[in-house]
């Protein structure tokens, strides 16, 4: 299959500010986080961009995309009904066709030379199925992700086939039905805000929600994704960096300088705020 289409989601209450952030990306430019989301796109080869976003918020990401506004498409939704309605407000964009999806609040980092979404996408076209990005994560942090647990995929050391997803367990709970085997104990497969989806997820999202209403889970439905089809995970050799935390624009920023242009530089300033500080708690 090919993904020529992603899908941003930034709808959400905690969301919408977010990608209107500026940051300084790795090459040493100001963007939009918004912009960083959608180069990360491109790329991967992605030739359509649609943003699921509040009405409201339109002209504000259309400034925010910069240079590539003429590629992104706005996909209202009016009230922020959780993140399976939101990623159903896109489905006239995306129409019969697979597509990239990334959370608005989230940064990438990718550890090798491809893009994390890059990597990702040649997964999906090669597998010709759904996948989703994931990292082992720590029982700790929980509670801020959704989790899956699989068998080995083939001769792939970094892929799973999905067969269970539980949004944001407890630790008792993942200890009971996502354990992996080869992670270290304490830490599960969380996902890492990238996924390729093809279009029966959407079809379940409308199956739900129409059944349920508004509070339809998008676990369920990927729960449901990998019982009616091949649904798999796969271990990102990157980072994800959640903005909406306490000081995640901070150490999203960090996480991007250091890995840039500019990381020796920053590491001086730090190095000499460091200092300062240590040496103002002497003299204090």
Known sequence: MRVRK???????ARQRALPL?????RDG?????????????????????????????????AQAAGVHAGRVHFLP???????????Y???DFTGREPFLHLVGDHIYVSGVGKGCAEHLVEMAEAENCSVSGVQPTHESSLSRFGAVAGRPQGEHKDLYRIE????????????????????RSGYYLCFFGLHVFTPALVEILGE????????????EALGELAQREQYLAMKQAGRRYDLGVRYGLLVGQLALALSGADRQQVLAQLMRLLVAREMDRENG
């Open 6 to 12: 992603a899908v941003i989601t930034a709808g959400g």
């Open 21 to 25: 952030q500026t940051l300084i990306d």
């Open 29 to 61: 430019e100001e963007k939009s986080v918004l912009q960083i989301l959608i180069e990360e796109a491109l790329r991967a080869r992605i030739e359509e961009i649609g943003v699921v976003a509040s009405p409201r918020d339109a002209d504000a990401y």
């Open 77 to 87: 939704q009016p009230e922020p009904l959780g993140y399976g309605h939101a990623l």
């Open 89 to 91: 407000c896109s489905r």
């Open 164 to 183: 269970t997803v539980i949004e944001k367990p407890t630790p008792t709970e993942a200890e009971q039905r996502l354990i992996v085997a080869g992670l």
């Open 208 to 219: 739900l929600l129409e059944a349920r209403g508004p509070g339809a889970a998008l676990s």
